[in-house]
């Protein structure tokens, strides 16, 4: 899954949507997970920015 996540300039997620996914099953789950995650915000001349960044998430079967 490749996610393209807006982070704000208090580092929190404000959107995330899907780029490409191999597997449908694996989008819903990839996008609640990012809307947990926290930043350090991105800096542009000494003060935080918001920014768009793509995320790769990649997925592997347990090992039996």
Do not use: K, N
């Not at 959107?15 to 926290?38: G, K, T």
């Amino acid at each position: 899954v490749e996610l393209v996540v807006v982070i704000d300039r208090m580092g929190r997620v404000a959107s995330a949507s899907v780029y490409s996914a191999s597997d449908e099953v694996l989008v819903e789950p990839s996008i609640r997970a990012a809307r947990q995650w926290r930043f350090s915000p991105a800096l542009r001349q000494g003060h935080p920015v918001a920014v768009r960044v793509a995320v790769p998430l990649v997925f592997e079967a347990p090992r039996s």
